[in-house]
């Protein structure tokens, strides 16, 4: 573990969250990133038969190849062991090609990749996979974590799963979907009187005192690892979409992952597009991928505090009241900025903002000419692409991805309001050549 501010570097078991030199600061933690013995990993040779049935002893290739497509199959990348995770299909979400949403932002190549698919609905199960398995390999029987509802829902699922017990704090503003989520799976749920950064730090507070393991997202450097493997999964589709199109020129036998040229990731505390970046930054730096994407992270105006600090080239964002229709990425003081920073300044990408109504507005395009239903904050990453080709980033010619983060029945109410109630009609046919206008 190495502390992004001081550069401090801990041994495996010697800290649990964060660094001794900034441990208690609000958006200024002492943030530690994983990293593994990469040269080790690259020479490991695992021999898997391809579906040809030939042999290929590339550690590379063998992920691609993996007989199990889930969270697990990254396991020299993971901090767990696979036999810790929660008995439950994490990952092999869906990248989806999106040509009449491409031909609508005139663009040439768009995917989107549907993280509402994971077994809670959202991207976050990757991350709460990993903290229970965490959980238990460091005996700690209640894990705790506090969330506006998608994390909670997915430490709820995935604790049920391993029969361990979760206590969760959310704001009392948490979608009652959401919340329902978490009673039916049998988790301790207590809701704050006040923001997610209220609830944030009394989980804090309740797991120092009472021994619990601490789940929370821009505390746990371990949650970046899981949602890294979402980039692993998109540059793995992306090289087997290209394989069945004959055109893999590009990459040699031992480099089979693909990286797009942009991705764009809805952003609230920081967490996802961290791990995003970090999951195209060690396929390169194992020679498995030839490049690192431009990451562009989205985030509402009322909710803004990290695009302000990217905006303003500062370290540490500025605290914000947020106050975004996307309840998912609605962030006052955002925990895991530097993360996020990095993610954007590394890899030549930027920030974006959309306003609330653009937001909602991004639905209907990402589920009529798509085929994903997404929860607001899943719909943002598309309002950001839509302002970008307004600002002419992209280059038509890209590949592009979009990442849908959660599923929009996590969030019925925000897509009614664009929708509208559906007509009423007596039960004959009249009505019905009437209503259709035949």
């Known amino acids: 573990m190495r502390c992004l501010r001081c550069g401090r570097i801990y041994q495996p078991g010697t800290v649990d969250y964060v660094c001794s030199c900034r441990p208690n600061s609000g958006s200024d933690l002492g943030h530690l990133d994983a990293f593994y013995h990469y040269d080790a990993v690259s020479t490991i040779r695992t021999t898997l038969s391809d579906s040809s049935g030939s042999s290929n002893t590339s550690m590379g290739a063998a992920f691609s190849q993996f007989t199990t497509r889930t969270i697990e199959r990254w396991w020299p990348l993971l901090p767990v062991a696979p036999d810790s995770l929660p008995p439950l299909p994490v990952g092999d979400t869906p990248l989806l090609r999106a040509d009449r949403l491409a031909d609508a932002l005139g663009l040439r190549c768009l995917y989107i990749k549907d993280d509402g698919r994971n ?55 948490a979608p009652q979907a959401k919340i329902a989520q978490l009673l039916v799976y049998g988790s301790q749920v207590l809701a704050v009187d006040g923001s997610y950064d209220d609830a944030f730090d009394l989980c804090v507070h309740a797991c120092s005192e009472f021994g619990w393991y601490n789940r929370n997202t821009g505390y746990n450097p371990f949650m970046t690892e899981g949602k890294k493997t979402v980039s692993f999964e998109i540059a793995a589709q992306l090289a087997e979409a290209k394989a069945a199109a004959g055109n893999m020129e590009t990459n040699s036998p031992n480099a089979p992952f693909v990286s797009p040229d942009s991705v764009f990731v809805p952003v609230g505390d920081g967490s996802i597009i961290g791990g995003v970046y970090k999951g195209f930054r060690e396929l390169k730096r194992l020679g498995w991928s030839d490049r690192v994407p431009r990451i562009f992270g989205v985030q509402s105006t009322a909710s803004a505090a990290i695009h302000n600090a990217w905006r303003d080239d500062l370290e540490v964002p500025l605290a914000v009241t947020a106050g975004t229709a996307a309840d998912s990425i609605s962030v006052n003081e955002p925990r895991d900025a530097a993360k996020a920073l990095r993610a954007v300044r590394a890899s030549g990408g930027a920030f974006l903002l959309v306003e609330d109504e653009s937001i909602l507005q991004a639905i209907l395009p990402l589920a009529r000419l798509g085929g994903v239903f997404a929860e607001p904050a899943g719909a943002t990453a598309l309002a950001g692409l839509q302002e970008a080709v307004h600002q002419d980033l992209i280059d038509p010619g890209e590949t592009v991805v979009v990442i849908s983060t959660g599923s929009g029945l996590k969030d019925v109410p925000a897509a009614m309001r664009i929708v509208g109630e559906p007509e009423v009609i007596p039960p004959s046919l009249d009505a019905v050549a009437e209503s259709l206008k035949m």
Not at 148 to 169: D, K
């Open 119 to 173: 077994p809670s609905g959202s991207l976050k199960d990757r991350a709460s996979a990993i903290a229970v398995a965490r959980a238990r390999e460091t005996g700690r029987d209640v894990v705790a974590t506090a969330s506006t509802g998608n994390a909670a829902a997915a430490l709820a699922a995935m604790s049920a799963a391993a029969a361990h017990a979760s206590v969760i704090f959310v704001p009392r503003s």
